[in-house]
């Protein structure tokens, strides 16, 4: 038995249009179906049917404990395959007031946002193989990301990943 990779993530949210038109507007999903109280949507370059969907529980439902006092999912990471792009989320984030950090992990480049509800999601960069440091693979503690920087170092297209 061998798992190949994530597929799909399933989201309970108050509002699953609120939360799919932020996902569409900002990170540029498309939506493949929705219903009333649901929605599934499929990232830019996929070839998945769907990577995320939402389900619709109110707008009553409180806020998720997860990390501060319960268990439960810190947040999912999605890859883009520039820096390039990762300047343009990040300019996007800013935009709508969603960014809320941005990590160098060694490995990977990273900024943190929030959804409408407050979940917290990562869009990263690989570092592509070649040009990877292998002391700096994973450090315990990350570094603040400099995009201009990194940028300047790996230039603004080069394609990412191992």
Known sequence: MAISRMNHAVLYVRDAARSAAFYQDVLGFRE?????????????????????AFFSIGEGAGASTAGRSTV?????????P???DLAELQQRLLDVGSLVG???????KSLYAK???????????????????PAQQIQPRPLPLDLDREIAHFGAVTVGGR
Do not use: R
């Not at 439960?72 to 883009?80: N, P, Q, R, S």
């Not at 941005?102 to 990977?108: F, Y």
């Open 102 to 108: 941005a990590s160098d992990h060694g490995a990977t």
């Open 72 to 80: 439960g999912l810190y947040h999912l990471a999605w890859e883009v």
């Open 115 to 133: 959804d409408p509800d407050g979940l917290e999601f990562e869009v990263c960069w690989v570092v592509p193989a070649e040009h990877l440091d």
């Open 32 to 52: 493949v179906a929705a219903f009333p109280g649901g929605a599934f949507l499929q990232a830019p370059d996929s070839t998945n049917d769907h990577d995320i």
């Open 82 to 84: 520039t820096l390039a």
